[in-house]
């Protein structure tokens, strides 16, 4: 499925919830089932910059797509990289370097994107759409 | 008499409503809210009598001049400081205490020992080592123990005479430890050093006398007493700043100037370099004058009932730990429940209209000293109400179910 595809699915998923606890519930469950990350990747190296949580973020090329997997030591931050993970992940690097995120508005969470915001959903787009760079280059 | 719902009325935005419910404001310890009394200050400055102050000769400037000196000395007599000269206007405490670190920087000199408390704000750790990389000089820490109470006889032990400056915390912002100051000011001054209290966190609750405390420096921010943001104080000591180099070269700050040579005004000009936050300065006295018309002891005995009450109501939820049990605290609680990220629990309580912080409070060695990543923090100011508490501890209660 395409990068659009998916999260025109996941604002789909959002649109059936009436309030916030509702949301944040799901994101707590995307959060608790989100595929872990390898214990050796957790690395500072791994940490992105600018959350209040601790988010570790690794990416690794399968033929010609990128896979990330991550984690976080707070659970509704878990659910927020869950949900962009599911989003870019198993995409083409420059699939992933061109997505928009306007989901995220759509989806509820534009406070989220706010840079005051210490969960740092903006480091956490911008440290995906790095790793995609950085594959993009190696595959030329 | 204290009233809490005739207070409240002094303060429109605790009217308000966030995320569709009302506003429950628990970070007082981060900046407390603005009375209207000051509101009308800040309004009336602007639209009455803005001018720059000190050099003027016209209406305008030599009455924003008088009212921002009044501030001076409304600011003196509250903190009881001998002389108007010896409070410098700051635009916080953290300006306050680079103009002391930054002042010490050509009197410290290599392998001069500098002490700082364990429970520190990072305001009143980085500005040390700073000083200390330019110097040369040793930044040794006071530690703690698991209560949040500094360890005195670690103190002493650290003392010595290559012992030049100590600074601490009167009260902590992350534990709301009330220091023992007293103490530390005159077993500091045992070994000929000069000691910096920084009073961010107590000036809202405690009336430092700072002539009675003999403490050489002290800082306080403004908005942590119902004033508004950039304006703050450093008292010091008229010995100790006509020591001090000034800290920032500019106008204001002069007496005569050529290319050759600038000799520096007096005090207070001296550390008052440019045109300083007017308005601020006289919002700053305005504030002072509301709490004391509310009565800082009146205040302190409220508070102290709110946070028996919190601690009491938040203790009974299982898993609950507090950080900061000194016997000797004020209204702060920092909290963690097992198992749960402080970031998860004040998420969900701003849903609910709860402000708290969380994180790590510009206290990262506190932190680390008790392993966590970080606290959930709710502090109490006097216009809070047990009610409030009420709502806080359902709202924890409601996180950690959806949490955990």
Known sequence: MQIQDIQEEIVDEFSMFEDWMQRYEYMIDLGKALPLIDEQYKTDDNIIKGCQSKVWVHAELEGDKLVFTADSDAIITKGI??????????????????ANTDFIDEIGLKEHLSPTRANGLVSMIKQLKLYAVAYQTQLN | MFDVNEIRKDFPILDRKVNGKPLVYLDNAATSQTPRQVIDVIVEYYQNYNANIHRGVHALSQEATDKYEQARIKIQKHFNAAKAHEIIFTSGTTHSINIV?????????????????????????????????RTGGLLKVIP????GELLMDEYDKLLSDKTKLVFCNHISNALGTINPIEEIIEKAHGVGA????????AAPHIVADVQALDVDFYTISAHKVCGPTGAGMLYGKEELLTKLPPYQGGGEMIAEVTFEKTSYADLPHKFEAGTPNICGGIAFGAALDYMNSIGFDDIAKYEHELLEYATQKLLEIDKLKIYGTAKDKTSVISF???GVHPYDIGSILDKLGIAVRTGHHCAQPIMDFFNIPGTVRASFCFYNT????????EGVKRAKNMLL
């Open chain 1, 81 to 98: 990289i869950a949900i962009l993970i599911r989003a870019f992940s198993n995409q083409k690097p420059t699939d992933i370097i061109e």
């Open chain 2, 101 to 133: 670190a930054n002042g010490f920087s050509s009197l410290l000199k290599k392998g001069d020992e500098v002490l700082v408390s364990a429970m520190e704000h990072h305001s009143n750790i980085v500005p040390w080592q700073m000083l200390c990389e």
């Open chain 2, 144 to 147: 703690m123990n698991q209560d």
């Open chain 2, 194 to 201: 000069a000691v910096l209290i920084d009073g961010a966190q």
């Open chain 2, 336 to 338: 963690n429940i097992e």
């Open chain 2, 386 to 393: 047990k009610e409030e508490v009420d709502v806080l501890v």
